[in-house]
T-cell receptor, first 110, second 114 residues
Framework: RKEVEQDPGPFNVPEGATVAFNCTYS??????FFWYRQDCRKEPKLLMS?????NEDGRFTAQLNRASQYISLLIRDSKLSDSATYLC???????????WGLGTSLAVNP | EPEVTQTPSHQVTQMGQEVILRCVPI?????FYWYRQILGQKVEFLVS????????KSEIFDDQFSVERPDGSNFTLKIRSTKLEDSAMYFC????????????FGDGTRLSIL
């Protein structure tokens, strides 16, 4: 089983749609989780951290289910500028390394 | 907003040559990292560095690789004898403390080995 596994994608959605990304992690000792966004040939940029209680930042909502070792990201009212690859990240449980998923590509179409 | 800076943005090198990639982490950050991303593949961890020593490294980070913090601001990645398969985007990142905190990335160096 991959350490961090994401929906393969790509997702193609119209503007205004709601889209959900899912991610599972294999290390039960992982304590910190993040969603990063990466535009083509650019560096990953932190989108949001994921907290146990779930957290929201504008149109973005992240959820964590520790029992199922599952993380999600919901984007509401998607914009053309949301088109990117979304990377799910978990720490390795030793506070020294982050494990990256392969990423899910999102294309928001006019 | 403070940012991680990397130089050069693009490096073209002959196979077998040494290359040094440079990074200036965010000034009050304590942990530094190097990652690489081969075109079309996922971000891969190479090494983390704290308190002037390597705290963790991946299996990719073999004897051909080394890191150094030669002064109070720069953090470098050296590849001693480059191979074709070293061609990738190399990202430097830093975080205020350990990897439970978000890491902030530089915009990368594209390394092309001929």
């Amino acid at each position: 089983r991959k350490e961090v596994e994401q929906d393969p994608g790509p997702f193609n959605v119209p503007e205004g749609a709601t889209v959900a990304f899912n991610c599972t992690y294999s290390n039960s000792a992982s304590q910190s989780f993040f969603w990063y966004r990466q535009d083509c040939r650019k560096e990953p940029k932190l989108l949001m951290s994921v907290y146990s209680s779930g957290n929201e930042d504008g149109r973005f909502t992240a959820q964590l289910n520790r029992a199922s070792q599952y993380i999600s990201l919901l984007i509401r009212d998607s914009k053309l500028s949301d088109s990117a690859t979304y990377l799910c990240v978990a720490n390795a449980g030793n506070n020294r390394k982050l494990i990256w998923g392969l990423g899910t590509s999102l294309a928001v179409n006019p | 907003e403070p940012e991680v800076t990397q130089t050069p943005s693009h490096q073209v090198t002959q196979m077998g040559q040494e290359v040094i990639l440079r990074c200036v982490p965010i000034s009050n950050h304590l942990y530094f990292y190097w990652y690489r991303q081969i075109l079309g593949q996922k971000v891969e961890f190479l090494v983390s560095f704290y308190n002037n020593e390597i705290s963790e490294k991946s299996e990719i980070f073999d004897d051909q690789f080394s890191v150094e913090r030669p002064d109070g601001s720069n953090f470098t990645l050296k590849i001693r004898s480059t191979k074709l398969e070293d061609s990738a985007m190399y990202f430097c990142a830093s975080s205020p403390a350990h990897a439970s905190q978000p890491q902030h990335f530089g915009d990368g160096t594209r390394l092309s080995i001929l």
